[in-house]
């Protein structure tokens, strides 16, 4: 997914709101490069957060890494590791992100900034999601960070947008077993269809794919010489999702192969 300018600035804003006194102004030290010089912790977060300003995002991070790295036990270090996993994220070096977002969160695991740091590591992954031909470990791993936030944060405004996320990546986890399933089913392997479209019905039955497991699941159960088991599921189709176009379609394939249990 394509990280949105909106997304950055909203985040660089909670950023600097919960760590205001490290976003205050100061004169930028003009550090260009990231050998190492000995420098003061203020001088160094000052350029590091000035780079980041200047959308020097990679420089930035890595300046911030050298606040911790040069001043660790400081007050400034704190800081500096969540500012470090937000420029890799900005920069869309999200396995960065990720990792400078988790050092944060096992050395400080109860500060107020946690909410924010699970934030951006769900949002990294988030942002790495792929269209359901790929393989959705990314999808899942997402699912898992954003669950986590409702989880532990349920207040707090990221649970908010984790609680919108999840619904898009359920729905999202879904297509990619009906991709599946219908694959199975052109290529005649109605047991392995019917196994994936129930996954939709019983793992995602709010998502847009539901009506359509529904049906397929009616299809493959007559292909399978169940026709029982095409009426419950047809049955379901109806009393859930009534004048949905899979419904219609539903009905008038058991007129077709079971006229005497329609309606049954």
């Not at 590091?48 to 911030?64: I, M, N, P, T, V």
């Not at 704190?78 to 990720?98: E, G, H, N, V």
């Not at 986890?173 to 009906?178: F, I, N, Q, V």
């Amino acid at each position: 997914m394509t990280v949105k300018l909106s997304i950055r600035s909203a985040l660089l804003g909670a950023a600097c709101a919960t760590m205001l006194t490290g976003c205050g102004g100061g004169p930028d030290t003009g550090a260009t490069d990231l050998a190492y010089v000995a420098r003061d912790v203020e001088s160094l977060y000052t350029a590091a957060r000035s780079r980041l300003e200047r959308g020097d995002l990679k420089l930035a991070a890595g300046l911030f890494d050298e606040v911790e790295r040069q001043h660790p036990y400081s007050p400034w270090a704190r800081r500096a590791q969540l500012m470090s996993a937000f420029s890799y994220y900005a920069a869309r070096d999200y396995t960065k992100a990720i990792q400078s977002a988790s050092r944060f969160l096992s050395i400080h695991p109860g500060n107020r900034d946690a909410p924010y740091a699970y934030y951006l590591i769900a949002m990294s992954y988030y942002e790495q999601i792929s269209d359901i031909e790929r393989d959705q470990a990314i999808t899942e791993r997402a699912l898992q960070a954003m669950n986590e936030i409702v989880r532990r944060f349920p207040e707090s405004a990221y649970a908010d947008d984790a609680r919108l996320k999840i619904d898009l990546l359920n729905d999202h986890l879904a297509g990619k077993e009906m991709e599946i399933g219908r694959f199975y089913q052109r290529t005649g392997q109605w047991l392995a269809s019917q196994l994936r479209f129930q996954n939709v019905v019983e793992d995602y039955q709010t998502t847009s794919h539901t009506p359509e497991a529904l049906y397929r699941l009616t299809e493959s159960s007559l292909a399978l010489g169940i026709p029982e088991e095409a009426q419950r599921y047809s049955a379901v189709l109806g009393a859930n999702y009534p004048g949905n176009e899979w419904y219609e379609k539903a009905f008038e394939l058991m007129q077709e192969h079971a006229p005497a249990r329609v309606g049954g």
